[in-house]
């Protein structure tokens, strides 16, 4: 039997194991934290349950495919449910607005808060944004990208012909609608990836599709429930997971993977190692040296979390909440050109505890707020941190005396769990770091992969998981199923 050691029990990890196990190897995970999971973390406090990272389940496809080749029912494990509206905007000007994949509604919230005369274009751009993204889903995103001639084939260039995939999204948002509020709404989700809009592709648009188009969904207890389910299933399949366990080196011979060194000097056999650390991270410490190490990344932002214990009810809330800045584009310019942290900062908060009670005590909120924030090259949030909270908690209208704990989480942090400069989500999706100029899930050794949210295709879990999919491919067929 073929052994596999997976470094991380991130979504990525996990989900490669649960597939490798399922097909016959023998798998073994090492995770350094005393969670598995990586950044969908979950934090327990006070009586106060809090999803510490992804707050948002979109693109269920991936997720579907993984429980169908695995040969589960996804509902035997994960109770899904579609959270509608899909958030509430406060606009910097005092609109308040709701957010939803249901057209009809849309149609009238956009006819009552925005104007009439928006409709139309707002029916045209979902039109467009659905055409473009089941065109390049299959075309662009789930694809082994072996050289740039998988890139320019007749079909894909007639896409990017077709649907000017390479043009601005900011601007072309703003061909669609006019209003500058329903152009930041049909154009902010690109920070999900931590790209300014204004520099983001019309590709990017799929983000907005996803999240106006096919809804914003969630497991019922959490976030955590789906790396707990995937790993609950890697194990029903035969595989160790096992925790506090932090591998230091991966071992090449003869260039070709060999195993692993755990940080206790302890070497592991094994015949085939996948990388679920970042993937700057896992050239430069973990693998011997090679000119990926010296590869420049660009970065996406971070984030800055606070995870606030809030002892009454916030009635104006939903589950999910985006606050404009009043100068969105100024926030995006400190933001993104000055890596400094936005003086009126943009930010998005999440209250669990509307869709699962059991999250907070009676009468209480778990308010969760994330700030995007330069990374580790920009300005420090540690120190910018008490002035953010202050703008959440004047903008939220939170009383102080019903503050019962704020936990926070900064760039620091973020880098400390092995995200290179603490870039919370990953290597940034600029044009030559997408697609196949992204790092592919293929090292330049044998038998050694990457999998997770820094590799092709990308950052979020749809992509996580569809990069699972592309290692186990690669894997099962080159060496075939075992079972
Ligand atoms: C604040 C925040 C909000 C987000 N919101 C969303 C959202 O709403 N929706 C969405 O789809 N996505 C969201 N994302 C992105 C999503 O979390 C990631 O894309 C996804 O979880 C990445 O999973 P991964 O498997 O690549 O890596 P990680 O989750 O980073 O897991 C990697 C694991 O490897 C472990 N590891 C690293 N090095 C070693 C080592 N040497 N030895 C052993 N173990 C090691 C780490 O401890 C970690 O557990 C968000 C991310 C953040 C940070």
Not at 103 to 121: F, L, N, T, Y
Not at 161 to 188: A, E, I, K, T
Not at 312 to 333: I, T
Not at 412 to 427: K, P, S, V
């Amino acid at each position: 039997m073929k052994t596999v050691v997976i470094v991380g029990a991130g979504i990525g990890g996990l989900a490669t194991a649960a597939r490798l196990a399922k097909a016959g190897y023998e798998v073994a995970v090492f995770e350094a934290r005393a969670q598995i999971g990586g950044r969908i973390g979950e934090l327990r406090r006070d009586g106060y349950r809090f999803d510490t990272g992804p707050t948002l389940l979109m693109m269920l496809e991936p997720l579907e495919r993984l429980f169908q080749d695995l040969h589960r029912r996804l509902e035997d494990y994960l109770d899904l449910t579609l959270i509608d509206p899909s958030y509430r905007v406060y606009f910097g000007d005092g609109t308040v607005f709701d957010s939803t994949p249901n057209i009809a509604r849309m149609v009238r919230e956009i006819a009552r808060k925005i104007s009439p005369d928006e409709v139309a274009g707002y029916l045209r751009l979902m039109a467009d944004l659905s055409g473009m993204y089941h065109a390049v889903v299959p075309a662009f995103v789930r694809k082994q990208y072996d050289s740039l001639a998988d890139l320019f084939s007749p079909y894909q260039v007639g896409l990017l012909v077709r649907h000017r995939l390479l043009s601005n999204l900011w601007r072309r948002v703003g061909q669609y609608v006019r209003d500058p509020r329903l152009r930041m709404l049909f154009s902010f989700q690109t920070m999900y990836l931590g790209l300014s809009p204004k520099e983001a592709l019309w590709v990017f648009g799929v983000l907005t599709y996803m999240e106006s188009g096919e809804g914003v969904w969630y497991p019922r207890g959490g976030m955590h429930r789906l790396p707990e389910a995937i790993a609950q299933i890697a194990q029903e399949e035969g595989a160790r997971i096992y925790l506090n366990q932090r591998i230091a080196e991966v071992l090449i011979e003869e260039g070709r993977a060999a195993g692993v060194r755990l940080e206790s000097g302890e070497v592991l056999k094994a015949d085939i190692v996948v990388i679920n650390a970042d993937v700057p991270t896992a050239y430069r410490e973990l693998l011997p040296p090679t000119p990926h190490a010296q590869r420049h990344y660009k970065n996406s932002c971070s984030a800055l979390m606070f995870y606030i214990g809030y002892t009454a009810p916030l009635p104006h809330q939903l589950h999910h909440n985006v606050y404009f800045s009043r100068d969105f584009e100024a926030n995006l310019r400190e933001l993104f050109e000055q890596n400094r942290i936005p003086s009126d900062p943009s930010f998005y908060t999440c209250l669990s505890n509307r869709t699962d009670p059991d999250d907070a005590p009676t009468g209480c909120e778990n308010l969760y707020v994330l700030v995007p924030v330069p990374n580790l090259t920009g300005e420090d949030a540690r120190i910018a941190a008490p002035r953010v909270l202050e703008t959440v908690i004047e903008r939220v209208g939170l009383q102080r005396e019903r503050i019962q704990f704020v936990q926070t989480c900064t760039p620091h942090e973020w880098h400390a769990m092995g995200l290179w400069q603490g870039a919370a989500f990953g290597i940034a999706h600029t044009f030559f770091q997408s697609t196949a100029f992204r790092p592919s899930v293929q090292t330049p050794f044998r038998n050694c992969y990457l999998v997770g949210a820094s590799t092709q295709p990308g950052n979020g879990i749809p992509m996580t998981l569809i990069s699972a999919e592309l290692v186990a491919e690669r894997v099962l067929g080159r060496w075939g199923r075992k079972a």
